[in-house]
Nanobody
Framework: QVQLVESGGGLVQAGGSLRLSCAAS????????MGWFRQAPGKEREFVAA????????FYADSVKGRFTISRDNTKNTVYLQMNSLKPEDTAVYYC???????????????????WGQGTQVTVSS
């Protein structure tokens, strides 16, 4: 079990940038695959980005590819989501998720993750 705490959300104008952080409590963080998901009002939680435990593999939803970048610093037990060129449709609560995984493995569905943060609100105004 690992506890996750997101931060960095806020209100930004369209075209702006935000960087989300997700701090993990567990020392074995470097054996966990990590993911970012988001949920807008009235919609299901959707995949945004994922990264393997070593950081060697990443994967993005088509809707954010080229605008968002996921990264991690295993020395700080933290995963990041750099969001550039934000659009109003990016408005949502953003959640990070963690799951132990073999080397090079990433997960892109909510059912694969057993550990979730409480979420951080991102609002993009037009």
């Amino acid at each position: 079990q690992v506890q996750l705490v997101e931060s960095g959300g806020g209100l930004v104008q369209a075209g702006g940038s935000l960087r989300l952080s997700c701090a993990a409590s567990r020392r074995t963080f470097n054996s966990y695959a990590m993911g970012w998901f988001r949920q807008a009002p009235g919609k299901e939680r959707e995949f945004v980005a994922a990264i393997s435990w070593s950081g060697s593999r990443t994967f993005y939803a088509d809707s954010v590819k080229g605008r968002f970048t996921i990264s991690r610093d295993n020395t700080k037990n933290t995963v990041y989501l750099q969001m550039n060129s934000l659009k109003p449709e990016d408005t949502a609560v953003y959640y990070c998720a963690a799951e132990p995984a073999p080397a090079g493995v990433i997960y892109t569905t909510t059912m694969k993750y057993g550990n979730w943060g409480q979420g951080t609100q991102v609002t993009v105004s037009s």
